[in-house]
């Protein structure tokens, strides 16, 4: 994976991010949330990459240098889109909405990212067998259940959001 990928990415997520913010009419402390979210996941997510590194899970051609780093974790950081949709999945089906969610991200993640290392094999390859998919199974739980974890301490939690009672008629309930 190349800087010049990583400001590509960025920007795509930057945008995407914007475009959920408004169709999700997010106020200024979920976005927070979510950008807080998306950063803490970031941080694990580098820490998961070294230690599949270490284990020979995946090689990665990553350069582990500052910068790259930096630009490979705000990559993360601006997929905040993906907390400001689960904030909305929690806030209409609660708890069993996000497990579900969960669920569906850990079952999609693996074949995604093999899609991604069979299009691009010069960003890396991962092992045979399957340990390195259970490994990017659980990379992609831990990616919401974090993720949305931070953003509920930031945002609060979306059952007791405001709009709730207003979009889905549950005045009473």
């Given at each position: 994976m190349t800087t010049q990928q990583l400001?590509?990415?960025?920007?795509?997520?930057?945008?995407?991010?914007i475009v959920v913010a408004v169709l999700t009419r997010a106020t200024v402390r979920r976005?927070?949330?979510?950008?807080?979210g998306g950063a803490v996941f970031g941080a694990a997510a580098l820490g998961i990459i070294a230690l599949g590194e270490k284990y020979a899970w995946w090689h990665m051609a990553i350069t582990w240098e500052p910068y790259f780093l930096v630009l490979l974790w705000i990559d993360f950081a601006v997929c905040a889109y993906v907390y400001l949709i689960t904030w909305r999945i929690a806030r209409r089906?609660?708890?069993?909405?996000?497990?579900?969610?969960?669920?569906i991200a850990a079952v999609i993640g693996p074949p995604r990212d093999y899609w991604y290392m069979s299009r691009f094999p010069e960003w890396g390859a991962y092992?045979?067998?399957?340990?390195?998919?259970?490994?990017?199974?659980v990379t992609y739980a831990v990616m919401v259940l974090l993720g949305h974890s931070v953003m509920r301490m930031v945002a609060g939690p979306a059952r007791e959001s405001p709009l709730r009672d207003r979009l889905w008629g549950l005045q009473g309930r």
């Open positions: 400001h590509l990415f960025n920007g795509i997520g930057l945008v995407a991010t976005l927070a949330g979510a950008f807080a089906f609660g708890t069993r909405g996000l497990a579900l969610t969960t669920i092992a045979p067998g399957a340990t390195p998919v259970i490994a990017i199974a």
